[in-house]
Protein backbone atom coordinates (compact mmCIF):
# COMPACT_ATOMS: atom_id res chain seq x y z
CA UNK A 1 0.00 0.00 0.00
CA UNK A 2 1.32 3.50 -0.68
CA UNK A 3 0.16 6.47 0.53
CA UNK A 4 0.62 10.30 -1.29
CA UNK A 5 -0.23 13.13 -0.17
CA UNK A 6 -0.93 16.27 -2.27
CA UNK A 7 -2.34 19.77 -2.68
CA UNK A 8 -0.08 21.98 -0.45
CA UNK A 9 1.13 25.32 -1.21
CA UNK A 10 1.27 28.86 -0.86
CA UNK A 11 -1.53 31.05 0.10
CA UNK A 12 -2.62 34.20 1.97
CA UNK A 13 -4.59 34.51 5.01
CA UNK A 14 -8.03 33.78 4.51
CA UNK A 15 -7.24 31.46 1.64
CA UNK A 16 -8.16 28.15 1.11
CA UNK A 17 -6.48 24.79 -0.01
CA UNK A 18 -7.65 21.23 -0.43
CA UNK A 19 -5.67 18.30 0.50
CA UNK A 20 -5.56 15.21 -0.57
CA UNK A 21 -4.70 11.77 0.12
CA UNK A 22 -4.65 8.59 -2.36
CA UNK A 23 -4.06 5.44 -1.38
CA UNK A 24 -3.29 2.38 -3.44
CA UNK A 25 -2.49 -1.15 -3.63
CA UNK A 26 -3.92 -4.13 -1.82
CA UNK A 27 -6.40 -2.58 -0.12
CA UNK A 28 -10.34 -3.76 0.28
CA UNK A 29 -11.41 -0.90 2.80
CA UNK A 30 -10.05 2.36 4.50
CA UNK A 31 -10.86 2.03 7.68
CA UNK A 32 -10.40 5.59 8.94
CA UNK A 33 -7.96 8.75 7.37
CA UNK A 34 -6.43 10.89 9.73
CA UNK A 35 -4.75 14.25 9.26
CA UNK A 36 -1.31 15.75 11.50
CA UNK A 37 0.42 18.67 10.97
CA UNK A 38 3.84 19.45 11.85
CA UNK A 39 4.99 23.25 12.50
CA UNK A 40 8.53 23.43 11.95
CA UNK A 41 10.49 22.93 15.67
CA UNK A 42 6.92 21.18 16.89
CA UNK A 43 6.05 18.45 17.34
CA UNK A 44 3.40 16.48 15.27
CA UNK A 45 -0.09 16.80 16.24
CA UNK A 46 -3.77 15.79 15.02
CA UNK A 47 -5.84 17.95 12.99
CA UNK A 48 -9.04 16.05 11.78
CA UNK A 49 -10.15 12.39 11.24
CA UNK A 50 -13.00 10.48 9.09
CA UNK A 51 -14.08 7.21 10.21
CA UNK A 52 -17.40 5.64 9.10
CA UNK A 53 -18.60 9.30 8.13
CA UNK A 54 -18.03 10.56 11.29
CA UNK A 55 -15.58 13.51 12.05
CA UNK A 56 -13.12 14.62 14.64
CA UNK A 57 -11.18 17.77 14.76
CA UNK A 58 -8.72 19.92 16.69
CA UNK A 59 -9.89 22.69 18.41
CA UNK A 60 -7.93 25.23 16.44
CA UNK A 61 -9.03 24.10 12.91
CA UNK A 62 -12.75 23.24 14.18
CA UNK A 63 -15.04 25.50 11.98
CA UNK A 64 -12.92 25.90 9.29
CA UNK A 65 -11.47 22.77 8.04
CA UNK A 66 -13.88 20.22 7.15
CA UNK A 67 -12.18 16.08 6.00
CA UNK A 68 -14.19 13.93 4.26
CA UNK A 69 -13.25 10.81 2.00
CA UNK A 70 -14.44 9.29 -1.30
CA UNK A 71 -14.14 5.33 -0.68
CA UNK A 72 -14.51 4.27 -4.61
CA UNK A 73 -11.50 6.53 -4.89
CA UNK A 74 -9.47 5.21 -2.10
CA UNK A 75 -9.06 9.55 -1.21
CA UNK A 76 -9.39 11.20 1.75
CA UNK A 77 -9.87 14.92 1.46
CA UNK A 78 -9.17 18.04 3.98
CA UNK A 79 -10.35 21.12 3.22
CA UNK A 80 -9.02 23.98 4.71
CA UNK A 81 -10.56 27.06 4.68
CA UNK A 82 -9.85 30.76 6.52
CA UNK A 83 -6.41 29.60 6.71
CA UNK A 84 -4.29 31.66 9.36
CA UNK A 85 -0.31 31.93 9.20
CA UNK A 86 -0.41 29.45 12.31
CA UNK A 87 -1.79 26.75 10.06
CA UNK A 88 1.84 26.97 7.94
CA UNK A 89 2.98 23.24 8.32
CA UNK A 90 3.79 20.54 6.76
CA UNK A 91 0.80 18.12 6.67
CA UNK A 92 0.32 14.54 6.67
CA UNK A 93 -2.26 11.36 6.42
CA UNK A 94 -2.57 8.89 8.04
CA UNK A 95 -4.58 5.82 7.54
CA UNK A 96 -5.90 2.44 8.45
CA UNK A 97 -6.37 0.18 5.46
CA UNK A 98 -7.90 -3.31 5.78
CA UNK A 99 -6.32 -5.59 2.96
CA UNK A 100 -8.45 -8.12 1.03
CA UNK A 101 -7.02 -10.73 3.53
CA UNK A 102 -5.50 -10.15 6.92
CA UNK A 103 -5.90 -7.47 9.57
CA UNK A 104 -5.99 -4.01 8.75
CA UNK A 105 -2.24 -1.83 9.20
CA UNK A 106 -1.85 1.69 9.68
CA UNK A 107 0.05 3.84 7.12
CA UNK A 108 1.59 7.34 7.15
CA UNK A 109 1.83 9.35 3.84
CA UNK A 110 4.81 11.75 2.88
CA UNK A 111 3.68 15.04 3.84
CA UNK A 112 2.63 17.95 1.87
CA UNK A 113 3.99 21.69 2.62
CA UNK A 114 1.04 24.70 3.31
CA UNK A 115 2.43 28.16 3.72
CA UNK A 116 -0.01 30.64 4.65
CA UNK A 117 1.37 34.01 4.51
CA UNK A 118 0.21 37.15 6.33
Known amino acids: VQLQAFGGGLVHSGGFLRLSCVAS????????IDWYCQANGKQREFVAS??????KYAHFVKGRFVASADNAKNTGYLQMNSLKPEDTAVYYCNTEIAPPVGISREYWGKGTQVTVSS
Open 50 to 55: IRGGST
Open 25 to 32: GDIFRINE
